[in-house]
């Protein structure tokens, strides 16, 4: 374990990006912390390297993913049916079933030394969904989580009508995070038809425009989900 810790996080918004190419930043910068942990191992604690933390919030153009726990059977169409819809499909190596990523979504990768904050991969967990309902809620959308099922959830008390609005995927490796959350601000909903989004093929998919009836400003969405991912994790940005 490196003694320095470094809650610096360095924030990159990577815009509307393809999303292989946005898989492989998150991998060089995952590789790079990793690189860092391995060299530091037996070396003495005023000798080792700080690790560095990122948090990269972006779009995707329309793109199907994966997850290793995931079935291929939740993917209701073939490869003429994604050309049609001009949409790619990549299986990767984060956990979880299948999802949707398109513009109008708010995507955060945040890769984090978890060693810098708290060695607790359920604890982050909750604070990203947490991050997520904070957010919701300065738009006066009440959210919440239902027991077993990753991301966040609208009426996820009652449940006479549970939609998700935020879907969770990550991979972490010697406390190392990538992957993350993809929030549904302006989303095309009607791409969500042609899988079994996570596959939960009993409760619905929504949005914040869907919800509130207009469309919202991402990089505002954005900035307010930033700043309260920061407050939750006592992060300095750079």
Known sequence: MNNNLNKTVQFIDLGLIDYQEGWDTQEKLFAEIIDIKVNNRGIAPEEQKITPNYLLFCQHPHVYTLGKSGKIDNLLLNEEGLQEKEAKFYKINRGGDITYHGP????????????????????????????????????????????????????????????????????SSRWVTMHGLALNVNTDLNYFQNIVPCGIDDKAVTSMATELGKLLDVQEVGAKLKGHLGRLFEMEFA
Request: hydrophobic share 45%; aromatic share 10%.
């Open 104 to 171: 109008g979504q708010l995507v955060g990768y945040p890769i984090l030394d978890l060693e810098n904050f708290f060695t607790d991969i359920h604890r982050y967990m909750r604070f990203l969904e947490e991050g997520v309902i904070l957010t919701l809620a300065d738009y006066g959308i009440e959210a919440g989580r239902i027991e077993g099922l990753t991301g966040v959830w609208l009426d996820a008390v009652e449940q006479k009508n549970p939609r998700k609005i935020c879907a969770m995927g990550v991979k």
